[in-house]
């Protein structure tokens, strides 16, 4: 089992960046493929990126493919999501998840696919 706890959200500029990470308790956090989602007001929560459990394998939703990084580092148990060139849609509480699927595919984006959530952090992004 593993538990997880975010950090780094915050109110930002559109145009500009932030980092969250997400540390995760366990010695079997490698084992682990782990997800970053997010949920704005009145909207269903929504996949954002996934990696594998090497950190070889990444996969990005269009919407922030080009502008958001996820990376891990499993001597350090965390996991990022550098976000850059932010926009006010990308206003949202994001939440880090872990599946027991170590790997990456086209499912990595369904929420049921991760059995451990963090609590969230919340980022806005406004003038």
């Known amino acids: 089992q593993v538990q997880l706890a975010e950090s780094g959200g915050g109110l930002v500029q559109p145009g500009g960046s932030l980092r969250l990470s997400c540390a995760a308790s366990g010695r079997t956090f490698r084992q682990y493929g782990m997800g970053w989602f997010r949920q704005a007001p009145g909207k269903e929560r929504e996949f954002v990126a996934a990696?594998?459990?090497?950190?070889?394998?990444?996969y990005y939703a269009d919407s922030v493919k080009g502008r958001f990084t996820i990376s891990r580092d499993n001597t350090r148990n965390t996991v990022t999501l550098q976000m850059n060139s932010l926009k006010p849609e990308d206003t949202a509480v994001y939440y880090c998840a872990g599946s027991t699927i170590a790997t990456i595919d086209g499912r990595s984006d369904r929420w049921d696919r991760y059995q451990y959530w963090g609590q969230g952090t919340q980022v806005t992004v406004s003038s």
């Open positions: 990696i594998s459990w090497s950190g070889g394998n990444t």
